[in-house]
């Protein structure tokens, strides 16, 4: 054999052949799987992230945006997503996303998803689940507030009671006033919550729940331009100013863009763009002002304002011989609520650099003066802690034990079983082993008759105490109603409650209806007490609850399904409704020098009307009951009182002070449902925190003080035999024959001039 055959393997070439092709395929299985090794892991199905509130502000007790990021994983899907959050009592709430509009997940793509919830505890955890269409958990994950957010944490939340100022566009914020405001305590501090992005603006009017006031600026006419793509977020800014929302805007030189006649916000303006003008002299504005600081080069002042024409509402300040030359600062009534336009930009120079600029925006935004905005009394509880204690002291039929009574009856039941049980088997009966027989007699005889005790004292029947407010714009036949109801149950129940609004014993009809008017379905939610306590949303979120499995809103926050109840407990409620009314009250009435009033109006309710006070400017007409039809003339032969003189009348109190003893006030711990809910719907107007000796912060915009004055007048009455709007627990009422009602109405009624 040749020699250079000699090496070969078993097979001769077609074996090196094989072992040739063996070692390629190996080569390429290892490359494979490096290439493999190196390439990126699926992604992992997760909720990355939880954005709560406006930049993460939000308060308790209030419904707040929020909005889960999802990452997705191998597959796409739609599906739901659930928030969990307690409430004041610890008992787990939920919320979903609408089942018409499912959360779509992408595989490997980052979606999300915008809803609305109600924190009720500081510092508890938010659970988010992402659900697929079989209702299956598909992942889910824990949120925990923390001082540092980022990853599972989010940030805390403040009181119910703090102040809350939402900026949209302004550059410089408002910082000098929240500064200046001079609160030390938490529960009553005020935070001016920045906006930076159109997105962040709830579509929802609800979302804006937790603000006092919204500003907008105008130095940046970009910012706006998403709002004319998605006009959901206008619709529901302009709901909420109308249910009693304060709305401040700033607008200069970007005026032509923003509130020419396809402007964003040209349907906030009090009157009409016409064109531009220039702005050369300073006095208007520092006049507006109350600033003793001039504007730097006021001399030269050289500052484009839009000019408003057609104007609604007061001129505050103008340039000019005449207001309605180029009128300043606008503000007008816009329905239950109320715009100030400022046709010029603070942020703008040499406005932005003036020392004067806090002064004006304190003007503009009626801010409070450092010395009437501290809480000088100290925390307090607010007013709608003190309605619900005097609601709940208010049940027929119910008696609580008093604590003394409670611990005199726990000593007696000590004594009973320790030294009594001893003296009765040993010197009665004398034979000390019986006390296996007396011993568990004593203990089911003491528990049988506490039960039969607590049984006569507070029965076994349903009892609820509401208080309603009916607000209703006479111009346009707006209304709103909100609805306060403390409830006891006299068993352990789950219910399903949802509010069907009325009003003078008349549904308030869905759209579409040609009933009464025509309204939408009612937002309902839990109430809580704003401090601490065994409801408290200030308590820790640790805080236990007998029930594990909660209950839950239905998308639209219409409906609480499953709501439990502990055996002889009580909830407490809060529903709103809106609604259109046809005439409820027909009124001609018009304005005469120095607030007075004249004229006549008509009850056209449907109910008769009692405790009637019209009240306009510093002046109030004491009327005599309204049956329905009845008219009631404002002349010459009624004498007008001090608005705070009928309040106090209309409240039961007495309208003049004994000698030396000091200023009417309210009673902190008084239980007097009237007066509290007079207190709430004129706080200002009765004198405010020196008056009712407390904070009136959780829901401030109950008080129709500000609307006393302008180009209108409010009458205040009681219906009689109105037991206002009702509660359903399925589909029965919830409700029963010892239950107690309270339904004020508050008219807003358009003002003639004189010369009219």
Request: net charge negative; charged share 20%; aromatic share 10%.
């Amino acid at each position: 054999m040749p020699q250079r055959f000699a090496a070969l393997p078993p097979g001769g070439a077609r074996g090196w052949k094989c072992t040739f092709a063996s070692l390629c395929c190996a080569l390429i299985v290892a490359t494979s799987s490096l290439a493999r090794a190196q390439e990126p892991a699926p992604a992992k199905l997760a909720i990355t992230q939880l954005k709560i509130g406006f930049g993460g502000e939000y308060k308790f007790g209030c419904w707040t945006p929020v909005e889960v990021v999802i990452q997705g994983g191998g597959d796409a899907f739609t599906g739901t997503v659930q928030v969990i959050t307690p409430d004041p009592e610890g008992v787990p709430t939920s919320v979903f996303t609408p089942a018409d509009r499912p959360v779509g997940v992408f595989a490997g793509k980052t979606s999300s998803a915008r809803l609305f919830i109600r924190p009720g505890q500081d510092g508890a955890k938010y659970e988010v689940r992402l659900l697929d269409e079989q209702g299956r958990t598909r992942t889910s994950k824990q949120f925990i507030p923390n001082a540092e957010p980022g990853d599972e944490f989010i940030p805390f939340g403040s009181p119910a009671t703090s102040r809350f100022i939402a900026t949209f566009g302004m550059q410089r914020g408002l910082g000098e006033l929240t500064r200046s405001d001079g609160s030390q305590d938490s529960a009553t501090a005020t935070e001016a919550v920045k906006i930076d992005d159109a997105a962040e603006l709830p579509t929802e009017w609800y979302g804006y729940e937790a603000f006092d006031l919204v500003v907008l600026g105008g130095g940046d006419a970009e910012l706006y331009r998403p709002l004319t793509a998605n006009p959901a977020r206008i619709e529901a800014l302009r709901k909420w100013v109308e249910l009693g929302g304060r709305l401040v805007i700033f607008c200069g030189g970007n005026a032509p863009e923003l509130i020419g006649p396809d402007g964003p916000l040209a349907t906030f303006v009090p009157g009409r763009f016409d064109d531009m003008s220039t702005l050369r002299e300073a006095q208007p504005i520092e006049g507006f002002a109350v600033a003793n600081e001039s504007i730097p080069g006021g001399a030269n002042l050289r500052l484009q304002t839009p000019r408003i024409v057609d104007v609604e509402g007061r001129i505050l300040a103008f340039s000019g011989q005449n207001s309605s030359d180029l009128p300043l600062v606008i503000r007008a009534r816009r329905g239950l609520g109320e715009v100030t336009f400022v046709a010029f930009d603070p942020d703008v120079a040499p406005l932005s650099d003036w020392g004067g600029r806090t002064n004006l925006l304190r003007q503009a935004l009626q801010w409070p003066s450092a010395e009437t905005s501290t809480n000088q009394y100290g925390y307090q509880d607010d007013m709608t802690d003190r309605l619900r204690r005097a609601l709940d002291a208010s049940f027929e039929g119910v008696t609580t034990a008093p604590f003394g009574l409670v611990a005199l009856l726990v000593i007696g039941y000590i004594l009973l079983i320790g030294p009594g049980d001893y003296f009765l088997v040993k010197n009665l009966l004398r034979r000390m082993e019986l006390t296996w027989i007396t011993f568990p007699l004593m203990v089911v005889g003491v528990s049988f008759a506490a039960y039969w005790a607590a049984h006569w004292m507070k029965g076994n029947s349903l009892r609820v105490n509401q208080v309603e407010f009916v607000d209703v714009d006479v111009a346009n036949g707006a209304a709103r109603g909100t609805v306060y109801t403390h409830f006891f149950s006299p068993r352990v129940e789950r219910y399903n409650l949802s509010l069907a609004s009325s009003f003078a014993k008349k549904p308030i009809s869905e759209p579409g209806r040609p009933d009464l008017g025509a309204g939408d379905p009612s937002l309902v939610a839990w109430l809580g007490a704003t401090g601490y306590g065994l409801d408290g949303m200030r308590s820790s979120g640790a805080q236990a609850t007998l029930f594990e499995s909660g209950y839950a809103f239905n998308p639209p926050l219409t409906e609480m399904n499953g709501l439990p109840v502990q055996e002889w407990s009580t909830r407490t409620l809060i529903g709103r409704w809106t609604g259109a009314l046809d005439e409820p009250i027909v009124a001609e009435l018009r304005s005469l020098d120095d607030d007075l009033v004249a004229g006549h109006l008509t009850n056209r309710t449907g109910v008769a009307l009692t405790d009637c006070v019209l009240m306009h400017g510093r002046y109030a007409y004491a009327l005599p009951d309204l049956a329905d039809g009845a008219v009631a003339t404002i002349d010459d032969t009624i004498q007008p009182t001090q608005v705070r003189t009928a309040l106090l009348k209309v409240s039961g109190k007495q309208t003049a002070s004994q000698p030396g003893s000091g200023p009417i006030t309210l009673d902190v711990n008084g239980i007097d449902v009237n007066e509290l809910a007079v207190a709430m719907m004129f706080y200002n107007a009765l004198g405010g925190e020196s008056y009712a000796q407390g904070p009136n912060r959780y829901q401030p915009f109950l008080d129709m003080t500000k609307l006393l004055a302008g180009k209108q007048a409010i009458l205040l009455a009681r219906g009689v035999d109105d037991p206002g709007s009702n509660w359903k627990n399925g589909d029965l009422p919830l409700a029963s024959d010892h239950d107690r009602r309270w339904v004020y109405y508050r008219f807003v009624i358009p003002l003639e001039e004189e010369d009219e």
